[in-house]
């Protein structure tokens, strides 16, 4: 089971070349982390402010340290000046098994 987390940012108007730069210097790094399983970030084509980034990891505490590390300080924390907004929603994966009915893992 995987940590999921899908986090939306939309950039002030302006700052979307910086904010889409921002992103572009996560991806690599972020990829690299030992608990990351998927990174990616999605721009709108119609809304060029305004991105989704889909994010896997291992567990909770792989996200949190993902949150810590050097690179999202440098390229995360220091723009979210440039954001209007920045939403965050958290999952699991999940496989679709029914407590109960067996075939669980």
């Given at each position: 089971m995987a940590y999921v987390v899908v986090a939306r940012w939309t950039a002030k108007p302006g700052e979307e070349e910086a904010v889409a730069s921002a992103?572009?210097?996560l991806i690599e790094p972020s990829r690299a982390e030992?608990?990351?399983l998927l990174y990616e970030v999605n721009r709108d084509p119609e809304r060029p402010g305004s991105f989704l980034l889909y994010e896997q990891y291992a567990d909770a505490e792989?996200?949190?340290a993902h949150g810590a590390s050097p690179h999202f300080q440098e390229h995360g924390i220091a723009n979210f000046d440039r954001l209007a907004?920045?939403?965050r929603e958290f999952?699991?994966?999940w496989e679709?098994?029914?407590e109960g009915e067996g075939g669980g893992r």
């Open positions: 992103l572009a210097q030992p608990g990351n792989a996200y949190a907004a920045r939403e999952y699991e994966s679709g098994e029914v």
